[in-house]
């Protein structure tokens, strides 16, 4: 414990870095070697010798910690043991007091005005009031850096009133100035994969395919040489996530664009993101998502809830062969006009039935994992062949286990032509 004369020998032999707590001996320097922190907010104390007690006092206290806090911070970092009696009786032959000697208005008003160019503008009355006190040392109250605020910024004020997350707006110079490229990964448990492009101008679909997979930079570049052909343009700038499925069009994009004299031409044709960040596309997802795909996952998690579907690759080999010409079909009306309801998906969908009975009951067997020998040795003869026959009967599942509504949505079967029609509720 120190006292009386050597308090401050004391004080300045015993310097503590301030973020890992160790001791600092010797000559202390710019950074701390322990922790390598900058521990240049030490230099006051070293530079000016031995630090009073009265010095760390009027510190902590210009700083706006309570009694309490100074307190502790005299036992635990100074090893000093003091009183609230003594502690404010020296703050009072300090002349420290927080309720007179308020700091000048003008003094205030430009200080606040200074940190409002900055990063302060997004402060309120109350964070402001700390900063003018711990940062510039400032007296204030703080009813006077609130009205002082009104004045100053009212629209922040206003709009920090409503406590509500503003969002950055996005721009866009025009049709083609910027495409958004991503993928949509709520089918892949079904073995099915979307990939789709939106302007970020327009917000027209350039293109919108569906296949067993979106993370192939070569089915990625096809969908986008594909896009690029049809419409005779490229875009200004073409935006997508860190994916490597990218990496391929992003390379097509740019040697593409290298011959232009725009800003954008070359390498800067082309931008990397974050999917967050990615606003336009990742926004449309979610119309897509209530338009369009809540419609497919409800019908193929009825499919799994039956036990009719557990995710093997048979199963989605299976279910691409039936659903994918079909899904496609609505994603490329969605592509034309914009909205499809429900009912449009089965318009002019005809199935056709093959009348080979053991092939129907290996394909039962197959979804239900109990394929007979027998049936297997029967089984289809040409892709062609298992296609129809897998059509026939998951439409027939369709029909009978899923709901009451997709069972009023098949017709009855007509034997002489061997057709069944699905209509249109």
């Known amino acids: 414990m120190c006292s009386g004369f050597n308090l401050a020998l004391c004080l300045h032999q015993a310097m503590y870095c301030p973020y890992c707590g160790i001791q600092l001996v010797g000559q202390i320097g710019v950074f701390c070697g322990s922790c390598g922190t900058n521990i240049q907010v030490l230099a006051p104390f070293i530079e000016n010798g031995p630090v009073s007690v009265t010095d760390i006092i009027n510190k902590y206290f210009s700083e706006g910690h309570t009694y309490e806090v100074i307190l502790d911070f005299l036992e635990n970092k100074h090893n000093i043991c003091m009183s609230l009696r003594t502690l404010k009786r020296r703050l009072k032959d300090a002349g420290m007091t927080r309720r007179t000697d308020f700091t000048p208005t003008d003094i205030v008003i430009s200080t606040v005005t200074q940190e409002l160019r900055g990063s302060g503008q997004l402060l309120g009355y109350r964070s402001m009031c700390q900063t003018l006190r711990q940062k510039y040392n400032l007296t204030v109250k703080r009813n006077d850096v609130m009205h002082i605020l009104s004045r100053l910024d009212p629209y922040g004020v206003k709009r920090r009133c409503k406590r509500r997350f503003v969002r950055r707006g996005y721009f866009s110079e025009g049709p083609n100035q910027v495409w958004h490229v991503d993928g949509y990964d ?183 994992d109990s394929v007979d020998s027998k049936c297997l040795k029967k089984s289809c003869t040409s892709l062609m062949t298992f296609y129809l026959l897998s059509t026939v009967y998951v439409g027939t599942t369709i029909s009978r286990f899923i709901s009451q509504t997709w069972k009023d949505r098949v017709s009855s079967l007509d034997q002489s032509t061997g057709l069944l029609q699905l209509k249109i509720i």
């Open 186 to 368: 709520k089918l892949k448990p079904f073995g099915v994969a979307i990939s789709a492009c939106v302007d970020g101008f327009s917000r027209k679909v350039m293109w919108l395919n569906c296949g067993s997979s979106n993370n192939d930079p070569g089915v990625i570049a096809k969908y986008y040489m594909e896009c690029v052909t049809r419409f005779g343009q490229l875009p200004a700038c073409l935006r997508t996530d860190c994916g490597t499925e990218n990496g391929t069009m992003a390379a097509i994009h740019c040697a593409l664009r290298s011959d232009h004299g725009d800003e954008l031409a070359g390498a800067h044709s082309h931008m990397y993101g974050t999917s967050t960040t990615n606003q336009r596309i990742e926004s449309w997802w979610s119309s897509f998502r209530k338009q369009r795909t809540q419609f497919w996952i409800e019908l193929f998690s009825d499919l799994r809830e039956r036990h009719l579907f557990n995710g093997s690759h048979e199963h989605k080999c299976l279910l691409r062969y039936v659903f994918l010409n079909v899904l496609q079909k609505s994603l490329t009306s969605t592509e034309i006009s914009g909205t499809l309801t429900p009912s449009d998906l089965c318009a002019n969908l005809v199935v056709h039935l093959v009348n080979q009975k053991p092939c129907i009951t290996y394909l039962i067997g197959m979804v239900e």
